[in-house]
């Protein structure tokens, strides 16, 4: 920096740079990129080696009239949007920033608004066993029902409700619904195996000093048991703080609750690491499971997916199953489930319960796995289907 220019830190590890009598905007560049460039180098802690980058946004008065809170609110903009694209970077506030600021701003405050008002659903997507083509496991997955706009989704609110932290009232909310939900089919159907209940935990969950607190309570509340539970988490909140996460692992598999790892394959998949974590399932991505039986690569990182699996005593599900060819080939590869578009979209809690009932009652009457191919694809359709479906078999 310039011996002029001021250096303050605002709170956390956010801090502000005041530059002034500049020129132009490309003087305030060059200054950014130092600053990067600068931070390339590691630092030591406590003979630790440390990596740090930097998210930088700029905001120009180029009027001299813009109130000082304005002036930072239009950099914190910009610094969010790099934050949001990638990190690491640098990005100078302009008209399509402001634009992304003031929909941060309105979908955050209508985010706060819709967990006072409740106005999030829980969806139901069903995962198969291939061996015998019977829904075994649930995954729970969150709706915001908006009253003007609709059903939102996820991919426009989640990650805001991560950035701002409430996605953790949020994720509570939908594992206090869900295993209440779950322990409801026990209860119905008792001469059933259980379902085994899928959440997503999220990073911002997962950090939380008393998550194993909160989901035990959460379980004694509801009355499901901890084993039919499984928790889904990703591999990039596996590798981040090691001995802190195998820690928490532990500790949630110590309480009987099951521990998958969502989308494998696209993170860092460290087998090497993989195997000290307490794991019971793998997820296997989509993006592989597009391929299979095509791509030479896909199916080959599938089946070594697959191997590892079994070596480790890990159970596999393969996601974002579509067509026949794709569980013809996880079956030959001896995958143990299925969840897909194929199966079932995710279903309102009205429509699985008629799909939960359907297949228990076909399996029953035919002693062998129930059909899902039929339209399930269309929510609307889905009673009909199977209802005609089931009739016909019979």
């Known amino acids: 920096m310039r011996s002029g220019d001021t250096l303050a830190r605002l709170s956390g590890d956010e801090f502000t740079i005041l530059l002034e009598n500049v020129t132009n905007v490309s003087n305030v560049v060059v200054i950014a990129e130092r600053i990067a460039e600068q931070l390339q180098s590691s630092f030591y802690i406590e003979q630790q080696e440390v990596f740090i980058t930097a998210s930088i946004g700029i905001a120009c008065n180029t009027s001299g009239k813009e109130r000082p809170e304005d002036f930072l609110r239009n950099a914190d903009a910009a610094m969010y949007e790099v934050k949001n694209k990638g990190k690491a970077h640098y990005k100078v506030f302009d008209l399509n920033t402001k634009s992304y600021a003031q929909k941060h701003i309105r979908l955050e405050a209508e985010l706060r608004r819709a967990i006072e008002h409740e106005e999030f659903l829980v969806y139901y997507q069903p995962v198969i066993q291939l061996e015998t083509g019977k829904i075994c496991e649930v995954e729970a ?39 209440k939900q779950a322990q409801m089919w026990q209860l119905k159907y008792p001469n059933q195996p259980p379902l085994i209940l899928n959440v997503n935990l999220s990073p911002k969950q997962f950090q939380q000093p008393k998550i194993a607190e909160k989901i035990i309570q959460t379980l004694n509340e509801t009355g499901l048991n901890p084993y039919c539970l499984k928790l889904e988490i990703t591999e990039s909140m596996v590798m981040e703080n090691e001995e802190t996460t195998i ?98 979209k ?49």
């Not at 928490?248 to 460290?270: C, H, N, P, T």
């Not at 793998?282 to 030479?296: E, H």
Request: aromatic fraction near 10%; proline fraction near 3%.
């Open 247 to 344: 820690a928490m692992l532990r500790k949630l598999k110590e309480l009987g609750i099951q521990l998958a790892i969502d989308d494998f394959g696209v993170g860092f998949s460290a087998l090497n690491y993989l195997k000290q974590f307490p794991i019971d399932t793998l997820k296997i991505d989509r993006a592989f499971i597009n391929g299979l039986g095509q791509s030479v690569t896909d199916t080959a990182i599938v089946h070594a997916i697959i191997a590892f699996a079994k070596a480790l005593n890990l159970s596999i599900t393969a996601e974002g199953i579509e067509t026949v060819e794709q569980i013809t080939q996880l079956r030959a590869l001896k995958c143990d489930r299925a969840q897909g578009y194929y199966f079932a």
């Open 141 to 179: 997955l969150v709706r915001w029902q908006h009253p003007q706009r609709g059903l939102v989704s996820p991919a426009d609110f989640i990650p805001i409700a991560e950035e701002t932290g409430l996605i953790v009232a949020i994720g509570q909310w939908v594992l206090q619904t869900a295993c």
């Open 346 to 394: 995710p279903l309102t809690i009205e429509v699985f319960n008629s799909f939960l009932e359907l297949s228990y009652l076909y399996s029953a009457k035919q002693n062998t796995h129930f059909c899902y191919q039929n339209g399930l694809a269309n929510q609307g359709m889905l009673t009909c289907s199977l209802q005609a479906n089931y009739q016909n078999k019979t």
